[in-house]
């Protein structure tokens, strides 16, 4: 049995996971999935935005990446929680938040 | 042949920690368990042991500190009793499910209110369901012996266990006791190497995880597993320990139980009195007999069901009440124990005594095989819950 976070998935047996869900290395919340409750979804207006980058710090969580040029990319919703902070830091009104429909 | 010594039910228990020499303790002292830590801090500031002792500011810190140590990878270890083990709640549920092997000597004393210091089992069993092994000693030597087991008991399943022993009874009584030389004992025990750790391994690891309703079912039903495989664990170190010292230990100990057609059920040390009372009435012509539970967790449902089956009359003595109006916690038990298992015909009462540091002598004793003569007779249990010795 390997016991890696990234096997802990919804359906583990009881046999299966970790005792007490220790979790046994580091940098797991890469592979959990956390952005699964969201109720709303930020869309990005690229024509837009200025690329100011103002909505990067204001994510609580890791789900606006940068890239190499320096510039943000499309949002990464598999940690986001939808709460919409980027939407209002914005100044540019490029950043809307729609009703998540699965 | 061991050390033949005289101490007291808490220095008993102190002198095993110091032969076993563990990692960390986190203690607050709270009447009657104050001393094992008091003698315990001796033996640290005497150099006799390497423990890291940490005086905290209650129990509940108490029970933290041991966590913390325990999931670094130490042994970790605590005393308490009464209102200091309530307070300990909260932790007490985050060490077992969190899966660490701390131990933790209970010296059973009676919960406020009125305001008592004296022996019931009101603070074990009221922390029955927090997912530790529970042992109850009868006498000093008892407390003394498991204790040793404790360790190899708790960490071959991967949960807390509590040495549970009569606050004042035994705690503070002094007795003859045979005690286990060093080497012996520490080669009983052995170390402790978990395979996971906090400290000293090239993995991280995290304890004490979130597990949303996805996950939390699971790892209950894992926990619960091993609280069912301590079972044999406690019997095959029983046996173990039995062959190093000749005093062999399971779930239960079974006395004049053989022909017997009314019994008592109870734990702790009024077994020794309740042994007179069996010998007495025996000496009389009269077919009694006691079961003194040693694990009440995991709870020995099978072999209680087995010794009994063939009895025509038994009182289950619980030393602390449910307040459920309508018996002791381990009448529910031993009843739905043989419910399970299909068993009708034995007429089973509950008796609520020895509340609060009550007197429990052989005459109380005689008085309840009074009563299952009379139901044995009848076949009628009339009242099935019911208090001993108590002022009408």
């Known amino acids: 049995m390997s016991w890696k976070a990234s096997e802990m998935t919804a359906d583990v047996k009881w046999k299966d996971i970790t005792p007490g869900c220790n979790i046994y290395e580091g940098g797991t919340s890469k592979v959990v999935e956390t952005g699964d409750w969201r109720t709303e979804r930020p869309v990005l207006h690229a024509e837009k935005c200025r690329q100011c980058l103002l909505c990067v710090p204001v994510c609580p969580d890791m789900s606006i990446p940068v890239g190499k040029d320096g510039k943000r990319g499309e949002f990464n919703l598999f940690f986001c929680k939808g709460c919409g902070i980027c939407s209002v830091a914005c100044p540019f009104g490029a950043i809307e938040m729609v009703r998540e429909e699965k | ?392």
């Open chain 2, 1 to 392: 042949m061991g050390i033949r010594e005289r101490l007291s039910g808490n220095e008993a228990v102190a002198y095993a920690m110091k032969q076993i020499n563990p990692d960390v303790m986190g203690a607050f002292p709270i009447t009657p368990s104050t001393e094992i830590p008091q003698y315990f801090s001796a033996y640290v500031d005497n150099g006799q042991v390497d423990t890291e002792f940490i005086p905290v500011e209650s129990e509940h810190s108490a029970m933290s500190t041991c966590i913390g140590a325990e999931a670094a990878g130490c042994r970790a270890i605590s005393a308490t009793s009464s209102c200091g083990l309530c307070y300990m709640t909260e932790m007490l549920y985050v060490a077992a499910s969190d899966r660490l092997p701390i131990t933790l000597a209970v010296s059973c004393r009676a919960l406020s209110g009125p305001i008592n210091i004296n022996n019931d089992h009101s603070d074990a069993m009221g922390v029955r369901d927090a997912g530790w092994i529970q042992l109850f000693a009868e006498t000093n030597q008892e407390a003394y012996d498991n204790y040793l087991q404790a360790m190899r008991i708790g960490e071959a399943v991967s949960l807390p266990i509590m040495v549970c022993q009569d606050g004042f009874i035994t705690s503070h009584a002094i007795e003859n006791i045979e005690l286990v030389e060093d080497e012996k004992v520490r080669k009983f025990v052995g170390e402790y190497h978990p395979e996971h750790a906090l400290l000293g391994r090239e993995e991280p690891m995290a304890v004490g995880a979130y597990a949303t309703p996805v996950y939390y079912m699971e790892a209950k039903r894992a926990q619960a597993q091993a609280m069912m495989d301590a079972k044999d664990v406690i019997r095959k170190v029983g046996k173990e320990f039995g062959k190093l010292t000749g005093r062999s230990y399971g779930l239960i100990e079974k006395y004049e139980m053989e022909d017997a057609e009314e019994a008592i059920v109870l734990m702790g040390s009024s077994a020794g009195t309740a042994k007179e009372a069996v010998n007495e009435l025996r000496a009389k012509g009269r077919k009694v007999g006691l079961i003194k539970i040693r694990a009440f967790r995991p709870f020995p449902s099978e072999e209680l069901t087995e010794a009994l089956k063939g009895v025509k009359a038994f009182a289950a003595m619980d030393k602390d009440d449910s307040f459920n109006g309508h018996c002791g916690p381990m009448y529910a038990e031993i009843a739905a124990s043989l419910y399970a298992a299909g068993e009708s015909g034995p007429k089973g009462i509950s008796y609520i005594y020895g509340l609060g540091g009550r007197d429990v002598r052989v005459e109380s004793i005689q008085r309840v095989f009074k009563e299952l003569e009379k139901i044995a007779e009848t076949g009628k249990t009339g009242k099935t819950y019911r208090y001993l010795d108590v002022r009408e």
